[in-house]
């Protein structure tokens, strides 16, 4: 009952229809009526007690159950849109490539384009770790490079409604839809060098072609089916680290599971261990070369951002 009636009051406090007083209210309530519960079990009365928990936190579930994603909220700018497209032989077409001119996190300005790549030229792929949450906790990009020196950084993120925050908590209690975002790099990577201040490291992957533009493809055909049918985010099984991971077992064989898959801010060591970066280096070696946020600073306006953050990261 204890566990249950917990779960219970944090689902109301994220979910309860109404605002912030309405949700505590409830939540509070509910916290009440467990305590009663919880001291009839005690008293003579634990019969009732027991089956009028069992019949409240049925209607709990039951409630809890109807709760749907939906993609027509009122949406933070940057996620309004989820990245969609189509291929056509080499030729990939993505719409809603967010492509902002960030000064600060609250001044910007918004861009959503309609890009074409072509799959033949793909050349690279980075991965791209920043650490927002100490040294255990990362948010994870893929950057896609072409041999014209484009880049596309895919990334999976809450979809926040305006005046929404992450919360981490709420992330397990439907609190946020489930987004896919494609950018370029001066927007999603500059947002988090430069704007956010946040420490960033960029990696090059060690894969072959083909396993590239399969989870480029992933990526779409994920972004795809979120626009159709919305999903929550959930902190665990639906984040930026753990869908990139199904994407890529299904791609890349064998693929174990390890705690660094949650543990997002490890998870450069995890692609060290099966293989995935040069190993002709150290992983604190490939960590020194691969600090972008100083680089990144440092940039005159109007330098190649993506050529010069790159500056001292081996090639392969």
């Given at each position: ?211 590239m533009r399969s989870l480029l493809l992933a990526y779409l055909e994920e972004g795809n089916s979120i626009a159709r049918t919305p999903r929550f985010y959930h902190t665990i099984s639906d984040n930026c680290t753990t869908l990139v991971w199904r994407m890529l077992k299904r791609i890349v064989e064998p ?45 005159a306006p109007g330098a190649d951002f993506s050529r010069e953050i790159r500056t001292g990261v081996p090639t392969l």
């Amino acid at each position: 009952m204890i566990p249950a009636s917990i779960w219970s009051a944090l689902a109301l406090w994220y979910q309860a229809p109404g605002g912030r007083r309405a949700k505590a209210i409830a939540s509070a309530l509910w916290a009440v009526f467990a305590v009663l519960c919880l001291i009839g079990l005690r008293l003579d009365w634990s019969a009732v007690a027991l089956i009028a928990f069992a019949v409240a936190d049925a209607a709990v579930l039951l409630w809890w159950s109807r709760l749907v994603p939906s993609n027509e909220r009122d949406w933070a700018d940057d996620v309004a849109h989820i990245v969609q497209g189509c291929v056509n032989g080499n030729r990939v077409r993505l719409e809603n490539v967010r492509n902002f001119d960030w000064r600060s996190e609250d001044d910007y300005t918004p861009r959503w384009e309609t890009r074409v790549y072509d799959l033949a030229g793909l050349r690279t792929l980075d991965l791209i770790v920043s650490y927002w949450a100490g040294r255990s906790i990362a948010h994870l990009l893929f950057s896609f490079g072409f041999d014209d020196g484009r880049h596309v950084v895919f990334s999976v993120e809450i979809r926040r409604e305006k005046r929404e925050t992450f919360s981490e908590i709420g992330g397990f209690f439907k609190e946020f839809e489930l987004c896919i975002i494609a950018a370029d790099e001066r927007d999603i990577v500059y947002l988090r060098t430069n704007v956010r201040r946040e420490d960033t490291y960029l990696f090059r992957l060690d894969l072959p072609i083909e396993a590239m533009r399969s989870l480029l493809l992933a990526y779409l055909e994920e972004g795809n089916s979120i626009a159709r049918t919305p999903r929550f985010y959930h902190t665990i099984s639906d984040n930026c680290t753990t869908l990139v991971w199904r994407m890529l077992k299904r791609i890349v064989e064998p693929l174990p599971f390890s705690y660094r898959v949650l543990l997002s801010g490890y998870l450069p060591e995890y692609v060290y261990q099966v293989g995935g970066l040069d190993r002709r280096y150290s992983i604190e070696e490939l960590r020194a070369f691969g600090y972008i946020s100083r680089r990144a600073r440092a940039l005159a306006p109007g330098a190649d951002f993506s050529r010069e953050i790159r500056t001292g990261v081996p090639t392969l």
